[in-house]
């Protein structure tokens, strides 16, 4: 597979995961044109892979980890639902206040705390796979997760929807 094939077939799920993981459309494509201009450089080696999908996300991952310093004096807010566009069935107004209220809690989170929430619930990672892409252990990702959820159990949160945040809820926030 050549670059433009990959590029082409590839390019919209990237955007949609690295704006997720942004929580910002346009850190996002930052982020993924940051990282296809190195993908592209290096695509010798990264088309000859078995998954070159999953280097590339882990390319992403780890660019988005990094960004802290880079992008420091960026305010991250949430765009997520309204930028990925309407859900497939329609959306009641309830959900869908609900939903900007963990995207923008989500967005509160650490970068590797929120990386591991959107790879386990957006991209349906096993904890393995999320390993390899933060390049840790299976309990140090379970162990962000387990923050992370427990960062989400605020108070604030549970007049708006009627309980704490749980593993079920976070699941439904998925946008697509």
Known sequence: MTFEEFAKAKLGALLAFSTVLTNDRGLGEDLVQEVMMRAHTQWDHIGGLDAPVAYVRRMLVNEFVSWRRKWARIVPRSDVVRLLGQPSEPDHADRHADRTVIADEIGKLSRRQRA????????????AEIAGLLGCTQSTVRAHARRALRALRVESLEPVIGASIDDATVSDWRVC
């Open 116 to 127: 591991v929430i959107i790879l386990r619930y957006y991209e349906d990672l096993p904890d």
